[in-house]
């Protein structure tokens, strides 16, 4: 079984603005592992609207301040397969929005924040030689989470990620890394939510 760690990251800019994040990677050993994640963010970042026929003529910076959690459950099936569960919790809104910019006049689900709740499936697999610096194998991650009023979620959608990365040896300490990212939203997805270009 993979070791338990903790990871620690954060950074801020010259304009106070901040983000840093906690994982940690928990397991007792047999067939269980545990997986949770706190993060906040109250970075700027540029906004232009929804879909590729937004003009740039639009372009707005936007501060969201986020703070995300979430907390995987594994069952080990096999060696190099888990299964398991996944709840997020996240809370957001937006820090000195211009009051006639494109955020609030453009009548964006969420453009007030808010907080979603969710949970759903996972499944992961992983054939690479060591989870850091790999030179060789796969890792596989897809869930899909709901978010439901009933779980305490403020917007009601599905949520779907997957992620491929392949790890080829070259040669000597060459070696080759490919990545195939999928994040998909359906349904009332607050605009947070929704996939970035590039992000």
């Known amino acids: 079984a993979p070791d338990s760690e903790i990871r620690l990251k954060g950074r801020m ?3 106070g603005q ?7 990677e928990w397991c007792p050993g047999g067939a269980f592992y545990f997986k949770t994640k706190f993060s906040y963010s109250d970075l700027s970042r540029r906004f232009w609207g929804l879909g590729p026929d937004s003009p740039p003529e639009t372009e707005e910076t936007l501060r969201p ?5 979430y907390l995987e459950s594994y069952w ?6 888990k299964a398991g569960i996944r709840y997020e919790y996240e809370q957001a809104k937006y820090l000195d929005a211009d009051p006639v910019g494109l955020l609030e006049t453009g009548g964006f689900i969420g453009a007030r924040g808010g907080i979603v709740s969710g949970s759903g499936l996972l499944l992961e697999l992983d054939t690479r030689d060591r989870s850091h610096s790999p030179t060789s194998g796969a890792y596989c991650q897809g869930f899909a989470l709901i978010f439901d ?7 009601d959608f599905n949520n779907y990620n997957v992620d491929v990365r392949n790890y080829f040896h070259i040669s000597g300490s060459h070696v080759v890394a490919t990545q195939l990212f999928l994040y998909a939203a359906r349904g009332g997805a607050p605009l947070w939510r929704l996939a970035e270009l590039g992000g």
């Open 65 to 69: 301040q986020e703070a995300l959690g």
């Open 13 to 15: 800019t010259t304009k």
């Open 76 to 81: 080990r099936i096999t060696k190099r397969v």
């Open 18 to 24: 901040k983000s840093g994040e906690a994982t940690v």
């Open 149 to 155: 009023e009933a779980l305490g979620s403020e917007f």
